[in-house]
């Protein structure tokens, strides 16, 4: 039987929490994110990325793509408070701004973003089936997506094994990834929220080791800064 799904919090209002998942490495992934943007035909314009967090991998992206301007979008004052100090630190102000909203109902106009990222962040919802609407809702005509998140393995022992297989991270980085991921969703749990949603043109498969991804890559000639 598979592990059933066990929620966590939803939001990170513990300034203690965040510290420990920003100072988590997540440089590699960051640049992968901002490799797989390129192959998705990302070459700037207005990217959206959803519980950005501390906004490392906003940052990679306009690091890895010199046109984009992200807006980064979570409901932690925290962990925003991150995300723009990350941002002095490295110059990018001009290109990031924040926003401190619920990514289910965020406010913003329609079809307003040529691409839509998340990195580990819809298993943190209880329902995320919201979240997928409102990207479906905030994606123009033509823009790509990139959607990554743990996945939920088939037993309780499976997610203590990847959990200890970090020997840098704290015993709470440990402790918060395994949280995370018995809060995860399988693949076939995202499939059908996007399908719901009325997303379409993506494709949805694993990413090793412990994840799954939805990637649809801009429309040619879409993806214009």
């Known amino acids: 039987m598979t592990l059933a799904r066990k929620l966590e919090n939803e939001v990170i209002d513990s300034g203690a929490d965040a510290l420990e998942y920003s100072s988590i490495d997540r440089a590699r992934a960051g640049e992968g994110f901002a490799a797989a943007l390129r192959e998705l035909s990302c070459r700037g314009g207005n990217v959206l990325d959803l519980g950005g967090g501390a906004g490392d991998i906003s940052a990679a992206v306009c690091r890895g793509i010199p046109l984009a ?19 002095r630190q490295e110059g990018l102000e001009a290109r990031m701004t924040f926003l401190r909203a619920d990514a289910r109902s965020t406010g913003l106009p329609a079809r307003s973003f040529d691409f839509i990222i998340t990195n580990n962040f819809l298993h943190h919802l209880p329902d995320p089936f919201p979240a997928f609407l409102e990207i479906a809702r905030l994606c123009r005509p033509g823009g790509g997506l990139l959607l990554r998140d743990l996945r939920r393995p088939d037993t309780l ?5 990847h959990a200890g297989r970090s020997p840098d991270a704290s015993p709470r980085q440990r402790q918060l990834l395994l949280d995370s991921l018995q809060a995860a969703l399988r693949p076939e749990e995202a499939h059908a929220c996007a399908m719901r949603a009325g997303l379409n043109g993506y494709t949805l498969g694993l990413a090793a080791p412990i994840h799954w991804e939805l990637r649809r890559p801009a429309a040619p000639g879409a993806a214009v800064p």
């Open 69 to 87: 301007r992200v807006t980064v979008l979570d409901l932690s004052a925290e962990m925003l408070r991150l995300a723009a100090a990350r941002a």
């Open 157 to 161: 022992e499976q997610a203590q094994a």
